[in-house]
Nanobody, 124 residues
Framework: QARMVESGGGLVQAGGSLRLSCAPSGGIFDRYSMGWFRQAPGKEREFVAAVSWSGDSPYYADSVKGRFTISRDNAKNTVYLQMNSLKPEDTAVYYC?????????????????WGQGTQVTVSS
């Protein structure tokens, strides 16, 4: 059974940090690129970061570059998003997604599997 489960969201003050985790199962993790997206109220779902199956050359949206780090631990079947220096504009529901395409894929239409999302709220 294919599943994607995110965790680690919460409420944090501006300047703080959170680490999100995603635990795919059912054959999704191996040889898939993994991405993180976010969606704020009234806005479209936007690309945040992605990483290939090998972990090489992580790819980031300009808005989070230098603050967020995506990584994966294939032995644990887990992908992470470390979020530092959080800003109120980072407030959104964050989704883990998997694609068989390259990690440079930014369009959510090209991702095959999605988690249920985890809420991140950053207060000023």
């Amino acid at each position: 059974q294919a599943r994607m489960v995110e965790s680690g969201g919460g409420l944090v003050q501006a300047g703080g940090s959170l680490r999100l985790s995603c635990a795919p199962s059912g054959g999704i993790f191996d040889r898939y690129s993994m991405g993180w997206f976010r969606q704020a109220p009234g806005k479209e779902r936007e690309f945040v970061a992605a990483v290939s199956w090998s972990g090489d050359s992580p790819y980031y949206a300009d808005s989070v570059k230098g603050r967020f780090t995506i990584s994966r631990d294939n032995a644990k079947n887990t992908v992470y998003l470390q979020m530092n220096s959080l800003k109120p504009e980072d407030t959104a529901v964050y989704y883990c997604a998997a694609t068989r395409r390259m990690a440079t894929t930014r369009s959510p239409l090209l991702y095959d599997y999605w988690g249920q999302g985890t809420q991140v709220t950053v207060s000023s």
